[in-house]
């Protein structure tokens, strides 16, 4: 079956890039939108976008200025930069793979998150 | 943006309680609607999509219904393993919304 794994820096700087990786193992990448979303502490869920196996996106609109999702199928892996980053922008980090080919049947595998703190 | 609200923000139930949290959102959204369990420190768990659709392997007890702007969730015989935040969440249009949460406390 399908895991999700996410990695990357755990810290990063005002005004830097945050970057994330999503592996995915026990499965095939095509036919599905891989996406991230984000929870600050102790609020709920927030969308950041989703990468389709063709390489096509879509970002939410409140960040599509500083994000970039990307996709490389070859390794079976998804990937997050977000510039610019600021307090606001600590979070745990989630990636999830929509169940079937399109995102109306809601995201049935997430990774286990990984906590991103904005700090000097 | 489809904004999703949830009520109630929290609830304390018993054990055999019959649950239902309920979502709303700000436009149609016909049945576009799915529910996540998501317990502390955890990553959310796929319940119920398409509003009513139970997800592969979760019990029976939990239950969706509704369409259009108005939908529930309801967990028939509530289970000690079953303290969590109930997340909805809109999949009619991007971007994804999810409601506020319904902290369920036992």
């Known amino acids: 079956q399908v895991q999700l794994q996410e990695s990357g820096p755990g810290l990063v700087k005002p005004s830097e890039t945050l970057s994330l990786t999503c592996t995915m193992s026990g499965g095939f990448i095509s036919n599905h939108y891989w996406t991230w979303i984000r929870q600050p502490p102790g609020r709920g869920l927030e969308y950041i976008g989703y990468?389709?196996?063709?390489?096509?996106?879509d970002y939410s609109p409140s960040l599509k200025s500083r994000v970039t999702i990307s996709i490389d199928t070859s390794k079976n892996q998804f990937s997050l930069k977000l510039s610019a980053v600021t307090a606001a922008d600590t979070a745990v980090y989630y990636c999830?793979?929509?169940?079937?080919?399109?995102?109306?049947?809601?995201?049935?595998?997430w990774g286990q998150g990984t906590t991103v703190t904005v700090s000097s | 943006d489809i904004q999703m609200t949830q009520s109630p923000s929290s609830l304390s139930a018993s054990v055999g309680d019959r649950v239902t949290i309920t979502c709303r959102a700000s436009?149609?959204?016909?049945?576009?609607l799915n529910w996540y369990q998501q317990k502390p420190g955890r990553a959310p768990k796929f319940l119920i999509y398409t509003a009513s659709t139970l997800q592969s392997g979760v019990p029976s007890r939990f239950s969706g219904s509704g369409s259009g702007t108005d939908f529930t969730l309801t967990i028939s015989s509530l289970q000690p393993e079953d303290f969590a935040t109930y997340f909805c969440q809109q999949s009619y249009s991007t971007p994804l919304t999810f409601g506020g949460g319904t902290k369920v406390e036992i």
């Open positions: 990468v389709f196996h063709s390489g096509s996106t």
């Open positions: 999830a793979k929509s169940l079937r080919r399109q995102l109306d049947d809601g995201l049935d595998v």
């Open positions: 436009q149609t959204i016909r049945m576009y």
